[in-house]
């Protein structure tokens, strides 16, 4: 009996506490806006993009009287000489965002033309471009720098190899 209700009580205990699973998404880096790592390190990023694993990036800005966060995954990553990362997003068609009410839409049908295209870097450099495809003409470029997250599934294996090495 006690045997019993010693092993319901560690499966009880257990069952409380939150165990990471290797599908969890895990911060593998943050920098912030001068590109200076606020947690985890470029290398943590590297070995998850050389081990495959997914990534999504976040970042936002934030004013007194608004905010907004992004959410992203790339669609296509570069490892520069070992020491950083770039990522180009999926670009998206433009929508319009009414602030005052939080409702977002596609009202202004022009914008269905435009696309918002952005690459960006580990140095935080986050470079935005808006293009209309019907035109073939660059609207506007606006780089920025933000505070950014890169997030990787599951657990990253710390001992991989440069993509090039025939190991």
């Not at 590109?35 to 990534?55: E, F, H, Y």
Request: hydrophobic letters at 40%; a positive charge.
């Amino acid at each position: 009996m006690k045997k019993m209700l010693l092993f319901s009580i560690i499966v009880a205990l257990n069952s409380c506490i939150k165990q990471q699973t290797p599908n969890d998404w895990q911060v593998v880096l943050k920098t912030d806006r001068d590109g200076s790592v606020l947690k985890g390190s470029k290398k943590d990023l590297m070995n998850a993009i050389r081990n495959g694993q997914d990534l999504k990036i976040g970042w936002g800005s934030k004013r007194e009287d608004l905010s907004i966060e992004h959410l992203s995954v790339p669609i296509w990553l570069a490892i520069l000489s070992e020491k950083e990362v770039m990522a180009h997003l999926d670009p998206q068609v433009l929508s319009s965002i009414d602030w005052d009410s939080l409702n977002v839409n596609y009202k202004d049908s022009d914008k269905l033309q435009q696309e918002w295209r952005v690459v960006l870097s580990t140095k935080s450099n986050f470079d935005a471009v808006w293009y209309d495809k019907k035109a073939d003409t660059l609207i506007r470029r606006w780089p920025q720098k933000h505070i950014m997250t890169w997030f990787a599934k599951g657990a990253t294996d710390k001992k991989t190899v440069p993509l090039f090495n025939k190991s």
